[in-house]
């Protein structure tokens, strides 16, 4: 339902603020619908006209893409591998990554004052050799091959 009103409900460049109800889109807004002469507007509704509908769909389309790709999961990362046991604490994840160029393998460590650095520790052998290997096994999930192709290598 929360989902729905986040679609159905936007708001235009001009901060005014729109319902789809299935149909158009529309507002209430003042409006004089009377043909006496007399300058005497009343609530009513106001429906978008061919361009603010476009504008409001771009809206809806945007959040409805949104809402749907919030649950997906974060891509696989080859040059990453997480830190276990053995690795010095951190106060948030310290994995060991691996530059794509072939620089060094680094640890990155958040201090007690919140300051993400570059900790200066060698990699070991096995932790060098765990990372070669899972950018060696990395398949991009694009290529359609079986899932088990993954896990030969």
């Not at 409900?9 to 006496?36: K, V």
């Not at 005497?40 to 809402?67: F, G």
């Not at 932790?127 to 950018?135: D, E, M, V």
């Amino acid at each position: 339902m929360l989902d729905n009103r986040a679609i159905y409900h936007q708001t235009d460049r001009d901060g005014r603020h729109w319902s789809f109800d299935g149909r158009a889109w529309s507002r209430e807004g003042m409006a004089d619908t009377t043909n006496d002469g007399v300058n005497n507007p009343t609530l009513t509704p106001i429906v978008a006209n061919y361009d603010k509908a476009r504008e409001l769909n771009y809206l809806a389309t945007n959040a409805a893409a949104a809402l749907a790709l919030k649950d997906a999961p974060q891509p696989d990362d080859p040059y990453s591998l997480p830190a276990d046991d053995r690795d010095r604490p951190s106060l948030s994840p310290a994995n060991w990554m691996r530059d794509a160029a072939d620089s060094p393998i680094e640890d990155l460590q958040r201090g007690a004052d919140g300051v993400d650095r570059i900790a200066a520790i060698t990699s070991t052998e096995d932790i060098q050799q765990a990372l070669h290997q899972g950018c060696l096994c990395y398949i991009p999930p694009e290529i359609s091959l079986p899932r088990w192709t993954v896990m030969q290598c």
